[in-house]
């Protein structure tokens, strides 16, 4: 939850930029960032709401084993949902690196390097702490373990495909986008078509994460391509990655310190 205030109070202060140059001199370019943003919480939903009761109901399992699932599942995505406040940085990233495209080259593969190494020691985090949580709470809610352990390199994989999609945005991959979108969609419909009825919670969260694995991989690609950045780059922190992030939290803190004594 710091981190989400973190990341709000950021582009909390980016404001004026987001809305002067992006929301009046290029709406057609915001519209597609909105755009891509719905269908990305479609794709997280469609199967919990819709899919997924569908294909339960047809399946094998009983309607109580049918619901015990979707409850398993619902766990899992709460705990997976502490992860998503990563999501916040394409927003951010987008008002940074907005008609800058040769220092976009600098910021965004940062970007993505950070975000990986966040989200990964999040997901331990939250493997670590997820168990003791459950067991307090419900211990009956033990077996989301494993469809969570799934989930949540998953989500981290999304965010790391939104943050370059921010990138690719202002380099005018806006189809490509929207069909990598698509692609990950499809992946999430397939995965759980084929495994829901017999796996329960772990088939809704395989679902989820190929698709999002999936439209990872190729923002990954794509943006090797198109900004000439090996994929290694976008993916594995160094320490000056660390340096950077560990002073910028520190200068948040500072300042979030002194607007509260004012």
Known sequence: MGLGLLFAAKLYRLRPRFEGELLRESWKTARWAYAFSLLTELNARFGFVILIPAVLAHSTLLPEEGKHELGLFGTTLAFADILRALLAVEL??????????????????AVSRLISGLGACAVLGASVGAPFVLWVVNADYLDALPALFVLLPGTVALAVAKALSADLLIRGQERWILGNH?????????????????????????GLSAGYVLQAARAIARYSRVAGVPARDLILPTRSDWTRCRDWIRRSRIGAVDGASR
């Open 92 to 109: 951010i990233l987008f008002a940074e690196i907005a008609g800058e495209r040769e220092r976009s080259r600098e910021i965004t593969p």
């Open 182 to 206: 698509l692609a990950g969609f499809v992946a999430i419909v397939l995965v759980h078509l084929l495994s829901v009825g017999r796996l329960g919670a772990l088939g809704m969260a395989l």
